[in-house]
């Protein structure tokens, strides 16, 4: 189906482990992003990217690594996972034309880590 | 940079009634302004979003927001409310010419019989 979809739903991990978060559209888009959503904080970008092999930092990168060497993927790796990093990821995609586009979401990843 | 604030964190309301969700921004240059709805367990969709025109915009599932530059404002308002309603809101700007989206910290909408 067309979309943008993410996995795993839910996933749960061991401190200091290595976790990665799939995304992956079937539009094209050129942009891609990451975001988590935090109670009380709302969604605060970690990466995006502009196109394949083009990413960069956002609000909150630290902890984080994404790579893009597909326009049709975004993984989103935690080199070492921490209770902090519990949270519902969010990965978006955006055309880089149509200066009114907002941005299409996937489903949500719910990290916990214990 | 530009920021959202979200005046309310939570709006109870009864059904049928009106409801207002407040959203303002802080910008030194022009933006396009959105709102973003969460239903439980689900990712974000597109309810509305102002470009440029016409400052009374109006999205789906009956929900219009009034975009007052004066004021630097972008409230929803919907006039009667439904239980599916129940969701949280998000306020967001992007700068023109920019991709990146800069969200508020969201309003939870419940709606009581």
């Known amino acids: 189906d067309a979309g943008i979809t993410q996995s795993p739903r839910y996933k749960i991990t061991e401190t200091g482990r290595q976790v990665t978060l799939m995304c992956h559209q079937t539009?094209?888009?050129?942009?891609m992003f990451w975001y988590r959503q935090d109670l009380g904080h709302g969604l605060r970008l970690i990466y995006y990217?502009?196109?394949?092999?083009?990413?960069d930092k956002g609000e909150v990168p630290d902890g984080y690594v994404v790579s893009r060497s597909k326009t049709e993927n975004f993984p989103l790796t935690l080199e070492s996972a921490t209770r902090s990093q519990t949270s519902v990821y969010f990965c978006?995609?955006?055309?880089?034309?149509?200066?009114?586009?907002?941005?299409?979401f996937g489903s949500g990843t719910r990290l916990t880590v214990v | 940079a530009q920021s959202v604030t979200q005046l309310d964190s939570q709006v109870p309301v009864f059904e049928e009634a009106p409801v207002e969700l407040r959203c303002n921004y802080s910008?030194?240059?022009?933006?396009?302004l959105f709102w973003y709805v969460q239903y439980p367990n689900q990712g974000l969709q597109l309810l509305l979003k102002?470009?440029?025109?016409?400052?009374l915009v109006k999205g789906i599932n009956g929900f219009e927001a009034e975009f007052n530059k004066s004021q630097t404002s972008f409230h929803l308002r919907k006039p009667s409310v439904h239980i599916s309603d129940t969701a949280e809101y998000f306020c967001?700007?992007?700068?023109?010419?920019?991709?990146?989206?800069?969200f508020g910290q969201g309003t939870r909408l419940t709606i009581n019989p």
């Open positions: 967001a700007v992007r700068k023109q010419g920019a991709q990146k989206l800069v």
């Open positions: 910008s030194s240059v022009s933006v396009y």
């Open positions: 990217s502009a196109a394949a092999d083009i990413t």
């Open positions: 102002y470009l440029s025109g016409s400052t």
């Open positions: 539009w094209s888009h050129s942009y």
């Open positions: 978006a995609s955006s055309e880089i034309q149509g200066k009114g586009y907002g941005y299409t």
